[in-house]
Every structure is written in C-alpha cells, then in structure tokens.
C-alpha cells in the first residue's frame, strides 16, 4: 500500500473525503456495524457534491455532529489493493480536519458508535492508510 501527498489535485478525480476530527483534544474515530475495528470518518463523493460537502456529509452521518468547523489539509492518494479498491490502481481522496462543537448523537447508516482517543487505537480498519494521514496532518502542525 502506498500513500503520496499532493498539495493540489484534479477536483474531478477526488473520489473520497476522510475527515481527522476532534473534540475536546480527542480524535473522534468510529466504529462500523460490520466491523471490530475503528476508523475515521470519510467516505465517497456523491454524484454532484463538492469534496467539501462530502466531508461534512460524512462527519455528520458517521459521528452524529451537527456543529463543527472543517478545514482542508490536503489531496492525497492510494495505490495497492484494499477492501474498498481490489484492484489496487490509484484512487485520490481529500484530507480534512474538523473540530467538533456539538454532537446530536444521532449516527446514521452503517455507524454503531464513536469512541474517543488520545492517539490512534490499535485496531484500525485501514492500517495502512489511517497512520499516514495523522502524521501528515500533525506535521503541517494542524492537530
């Protein structure tokens, strides 16, 4: 698996938003229904939708916040083969972070709760993607 960093990106070729949140100091990682591992929240672009919209859609489904404030980090990449692409060709998403003010506690869809870390827990969904994009963020000194 490898992830590359791009300051800028094709905004048609973003097919994903993944979203390092946190409140109160803890990062807000979630836990899937299907799943017994945590990851952040994010997910695919709509048809339509602004990366933006997509990252606020996706943190407001997966951790039921309602009053948050999202700021871009940067575009980013994957290539090799993982559950959500098994073909394994390069596949660019956008990193944000977000601050959490409020959550409604509503989880919608495929979410079972939230749970909150100082750092990253030990069972992560993408263990070979998650990793790379809290460095990244830390290093541009934005957590």
């Known amino acids: 698996m490898q992830v590359q960093f791009y300051d800028t990106a094709e905004d048609t070729s973003l097919q994903f938003a ?10 807000v990682y979630c836990k899937h229904r299907s799943r017994a591992t945590f990851e952040l929240p994010g997910g695919h672009r709509e048809t339509g939708e602004r990366i ?22 940067c575009a980013y990449s994957v290539t090799g083969s993982n559950r959500i ?8 998403g956008m990193l944000f972070i977000a601050e959490i003010q409020h959550f409604s506690g509503a989880l919608l869809y495929e979410m079972e ?31």
Not at 52 to 73: I, N, Q, W
Not at 85 to 92: K, Q, T, V
């Open 18 to 27: 993944v979203v390092i949140a946190t409140y109160r100091g803890k990062y």
């Open 52 to 73: 933006e919209e997509t990252a606020a859609r996706e943190l407001r489904e997966e951790t039921g916040a309602d009053s948050f404030t999202l700021t871009p980090v």
């Open 85 to 92: 692409n098994p073909a394994g060709s390069e596949a660019f």
């Open 113 to 143: 709760k939230i749970e909150l870390f100082s750092d990253l827990p030990q069972h992560l969904t993408y263990p070979d993607i998650q990793p790379y994009l809290l460095a990244k963020a830390k290093r541009r000194r934005i957590l």
